[in-house]
């Protein structure tokens, strides 16, 4: 079947631009998790969702950074007043439930943003 | 310090070697383990997970050291197609948001 999708592949844009980065999870997973990437490291977390719900914003590294699921399947990530360090590859995630078990985690191919 | 620290490498490897390397990591309350396998330019992919006991999986064995606090992948008979970056991966208690390491490389070669 179908895996974790993200648009775009790639995005180039400006510092000081909006940018918006879409995941479409694994039909039928509940959870889903955004990850950022930057060269020669590992992903870091920035945000999980359970549902529709925000259930841990931790990992956003401050208030330029939100993300929505209003619908409970498809996410996006938006990035206001982009700069130079927050070029990284974006990893989007999600698995069949959230609580007590881990469930597997599988990763999209990412976005990946250059910010000139 | 990180959460979670590895030997970035590379760790070169002959083909039909076997290769070993660690992952330590901070936090004693971390409940859950893995080792996942991330190819160039491609997404992370569960390796498989680590259990105290050990486990192994083909040519794969992971083992957990709680009291050390460290986690250990080794590959036996290195294929070509092994040669990739393994991220050392932690859950902490209660919760489900994955602690990555920064990877270790590993090149085999012919």
């Known amino acids: 079947g179908a895996g974790v999708s993200q648009t775009p592949s790639n995005k180039v844009t400006e510092k000081g631009k909006y940018v918006e980065l879409r995941c479409d999870p694994i039909?039928?997973?509940?959870?889903l998790y955004w990850y950022r990437q930057s060269l020669g490291q590992g992903p870091e977390f920035l945000i999980y969702?359970?549902?529709?719900?925000?259930?841990?914003d931790s990992g956003l590294p401050n208030d330029r950074f939100f993300a929505v699921r209003p619908e409970g399947s498809v996410s996006t990530l938006k990035i206001q007043r982009t700069e130079r360090g927050d070029s990284a590859v974006y990893l989007c995630?999600?698995?069949?439930?959230?609580?007590?078990?881990?469930?597997?985690?599988?990763f999209g191919p990412g976005t990946r943003l250059t910010v000139l | 310090r990180k959460e979670v620290e590895q030997d970035p490498g590379p760790f070169n490897v002959p083909e039909g070697a076997t290769v070993a390397f660690n992952c330590t990591y901070s936090n004693s309350a971390s409940q859950s383990f893995f080792w996942y396998r991330q190819d160039c330019r491609k997404e992370p992919k569960l390796l498989m997970s680590v259990y105290s006991s050990g486990n192994e999986d083909g040519r794969f064995t992971a083992q957990l050291n709680r009291a050390s606090q460290y986690i250990s992948l080794l590959i036996r008979d290195s294929k070509l197609s092994d040669s990739a970056t393994y991220l050392c991966?932690?859950?902490?208690?209660?919760?489900?948001?994955?602690?990555f390491g920064g990877g270790t490389r590993v090149l085999v070669k012919p």
């Open positions: 995630a999600s698995s069949s439930l959230a609580g007590g078990a881990y469930n597997e985690q599988f």
């Open positions: 991966v932690v859950i902490k208690a209660a919760g489900n948001k994955l602690t």
């Open positions: 969702f359970q549902g529709t719900g925000a259930a841990d």
């Open positions: 039909s039928g997973h509940t959870a």
